[in-house]
């Protein structure tokens, strides 16, 4: 990777900032139905519903500190 595309990177990312807070309300509107759906499917095949959900509860758990550390790098 040649420093090119990582200024282009930093410029593309800086840009979308504004954009985030959307992103993160429509990530959180997923999870909810989500987690609705994987309840229902818990019905019909318990282990791939509890996997499906845990992971993406520990994908949410690690959302925050990698959001931080990429961002405060940035900024």
Do not use: D, Y
């Not at 040649?2 to 979308?16: F, H, Q």
């Not at 954009?19 to 993160?24: A, G, H, M, Q, V």
Request: glycine share 10%; hydrophobic share 65%; charged share 10%.
């Amino acid at each position: 990777m040649t420093w090119e595309w990582v200024v282009l990177g930093a410029i593309i990312v800086v840009s979308v900032l504004p954009l985030i807070k959307w992103l993160r309300r429509l990530v959180w509107a997923f999870c909810v139905a989500f987690v609705g759906m994987m309840l229902i499917h818990m019905q019909h095949n318990p282990g791939e519903a509890t996997l499906a959900l845990g992971a993406m509860g520990s994908g949410l758990m690690v959302a925050r500190p990698v959001r931080r550390i990429v961002l405060g790098g940035l900024l």
